[in-house]
C-alpha cells in the first residue's frame, strides 16, 4: 500500500484561522497612574512618571508614577500605621471576609484585567484570560479560608503575625504574582507594599483600585511602581519585617545581601532552566504537547519553563520530529488574539537577551530550527525555537534565556538522566512523561526540583506550594507552607 503522505498545516499562512482579537472597547485604561499609598492614587514625589508599552506594537499605553526612596517611605509608614492600627487588631474572620470581597471583585473583572494584562505584557489573551486572572482570584479564595483558622492551619503553634511585608515581583505574571504576594500577607495578618515589574505595573494598579472599592482599610495594601532602585528602597526600608521577592537569580543575590545581618524574614522565588524528561514508553503525544505548552506558550516567560528537554534515545527521532510537526502550526502573533499560541515578547531588550542567546547556540554548533513564520512588522515577536545536538555544558543549556527557546539532549538510563537533568545551578522545577508510576516516584525523589510534574506541566494551584532548590531561591507560595512564610511560629 502506498504510503500516505503527511500533510503540513501552515497556520501562519494565508489560509490559517480568521482572526479572533479580543475586544478592547470595554476597558478604560488612563493616561496616567500614580502610586497607591494609604488608601490613595498619590502623585511621585520627584514628579516624574514612565512610559508603559503595548509590546505587541511598541506603542505607549499610559505614564506610570516614578517611585522613590521618598515615596517608599511613605507607603511603608502608612503599612506601619495600618498594621499597628487597624490590621493587627481585626479578627480572622474580618480580615478572611475583606480577602474573600477582593477574590470576588477580581472574578466580576476578569475580562477587564485579563484584556489590559495581555495589552501591558505582550502574552496571549488564551493565557491570561484562562490561567493568569482566574488563578489569581483563586488565590484569594483560597487564603481567605485560611485567615480566621491560622491555629488550625499550625496545629500546637501560635501563629503571629511579622508586620509590614516589602514585595517585589517580575513581568511575567504581574497580576498572579501580585496575588500570590499579597493574599497570604494579608491572611496572615500582616500589610504590604508592593512594587510590580517596570514594564507591567498596570494590573497592579487596577488591582489598587479594586482593592480600594472592596473598602480594604487604607494603607494595608499599597502599590509604589518604578525601576530596581524602588524595589531596592523596600528592600533597604528598616521598618519592612519581611522581604518577598520573585525575580532574577541575580537581584536575588543583590536582595541577600542586602538584607544579611537584619532580623527581616525572606523568601526568594529566582530563576530556573527546567529538565522536560520524556522517556520511551511516555504516550508520546501527549508529551510532545506538554513540550510545546511547557516552552511555547506564553512566549517561555515562565520561571518554570521546560527548557531543556531529554529525551530517551529509542524514541528520539520520533519526537523531533513530531514536534517541529507541532511547532510548525504555532501561531505567533497578536496576544489579544484567541488563536494566537505564542504572543509578544515583553521588552525590547528581553528579545535582544533571547536574540543573544540564539546566536550563542549556533556559534556552540547546535543544530538550530525555527519554523517559517510570519510575524508582524511592529512589535517585538520571537519564533519558536528548537535547538538538538547540544552539550551539557553548552551555554544554552546551562543559563536561564526566558523565551520560547528549547535545547534537546538524549539518554539511555534513568541515572544517567537524573545526573543530567541535576546538572545546572538550577532547581525549580521540571517534568516526566512515563508510563510508569514507579519511575515517576523514583525520580521525584532524586531531582533537585521543588515542583516535578508527571505527565503534565505547567499546572498550577494556590492549594499547592512552589518554589526553588539551589539558585533558584528558597521559601515557598502557594498552600500552607506560602502562609507560614509570613507568620512567626513559635
Ligand atoms: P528582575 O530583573 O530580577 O526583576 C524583578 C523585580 O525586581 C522587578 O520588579 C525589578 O524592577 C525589581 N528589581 C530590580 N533590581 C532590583 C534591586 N536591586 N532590588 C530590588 N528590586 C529590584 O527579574 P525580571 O526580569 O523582572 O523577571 C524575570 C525573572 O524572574 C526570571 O529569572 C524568572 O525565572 C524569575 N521568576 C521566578 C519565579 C519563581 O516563582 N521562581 C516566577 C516568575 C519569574 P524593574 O522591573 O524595574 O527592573
Ligand atoms: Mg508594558
Redesign the pocket.
Known sequence: MAKKKQVEVDLNSDWGYSPAPESKGHIKIKPQYDQFIGGKFVKPSNGKYFDTINPANNEKLSSIALGSAKDVDKAVRAARKAYSEVWSKLSGKERGKYIFRIARLIQERAREFSVIESLDGGKTIRESRDVDVPLAANHFFYYAGWADKLEYAFPNKKPTSLGVAGQ??????PLL?AAWKIAPALAAGNTVVL?????TSLTALKLAELIKDSGLPDGVVNIVT???D???A??NHPDVNKVA???????GK??QRAIAGTNKKCTL????KAANIIFEDAPINQAVEGIVNGIYFNQGHV?CAGSRLFVQESVYEEVIRKLKHRMNTLIVGDPMDKNTDIGAINSKEQLDTINKYIKIGQQEGAEFYQPACKLPKKGNWCPPTLFTNVSQSSRITQE?I?GPVLAVQTFRTVDEVIAKANNTPYG?SAGIWTDKGSKIFNMTTKMRAGVVWANTYNKFDPTSP???YKE??FGR?GGLQGLSAYLNLN
Open positions: 517585589i515581583i517580575p513581568w511575567n505574571f504574582m512594587k510590580p515589574a517596570e514594564t518604578g525601576f530596581g524602588t524595589g531596592a523596600i528592600v521577592f520573585t525575580g532574577s537569580t541575580g537581584v543583590i536582595i522565588e529566582l530563576g530556573g520561571c536561564e526566558f525549580l512552589f518554589g526553588g533558584s531561591g507560595e
